[in-house]
Nanobody
C-alpha cells in the first residue's frame, strides 16, 4: 500500500506561480512513477505530468508544457509540481498519483484556484 498526501493548494492570480508537493509513504520502494493529474469542474480527470522513479523520463500534457515542471525530492518519496504562468483554466483539483506493480494510488487532491 502507498499513501499519498498533497499540499500547497490555494488561490493564485493569473500569471503567477505556485508549487504543489506530494509525499508518499508505505511501500514506496515499489513505486515506478509518480505524477500529477487534475480535474476541473465539470470535466474529466486529466494527466498533467508524470515522472519515472529513476527520473529519466517525464511526460507533460500539451496544455502545461513550458509552464509546469515536475521534479522529485532528494528522498525520492516526494514529488513537486512547479506551476508558472498560471491561467484561469488551470483551476482544478490536483491529484498526486503513484504507479506500482500492485496498482495505481491516488491522493485526496488539493484545490488550486487561479483568479483572472
Amino acid at each position: 500500500q502507498v499513501r499519498l498526501v498533497e499540499s500547497g493548494g490555494g488561490l493564485v492570480q493569473a500569471g503567477g506561480s505556485h508549487r504543489l508537493s506530494c509525499v508518499a509513504s508505505g511501500i514506496i520502494f515499489s513505486i515506478n512513477a509518480m505524477g500529477w493529474y487534475r480535474q476541473a469542474p465539470g470535466k474529466q480527470r486529466e494527466l498533467v505530468a508524470v515522472m519515472t522513479s529513476s527520473g529519466d523520463r517525464t511526460t507533460y500534457a500539451d496544455s502545461v508544457k513550458g509552464r509546469f515542471t515536475i521534479s522529485r525530492g532528494d528522498a525520492k518519496n516526494t514529488v513537486y509540481l512547479q506551476m508558472n504562468s498560471l491561467k484561469p483554466e488551470d483551476t482544478a483539483v490536483y491529484y498526486c498519483t503513484a504507479e506500482s506493480p500492485s496498482g495505481t494510488y491516488w491522493g485526496k487532491g488539493t484545490l488550486v484556484t487561479v483568479s483572472s
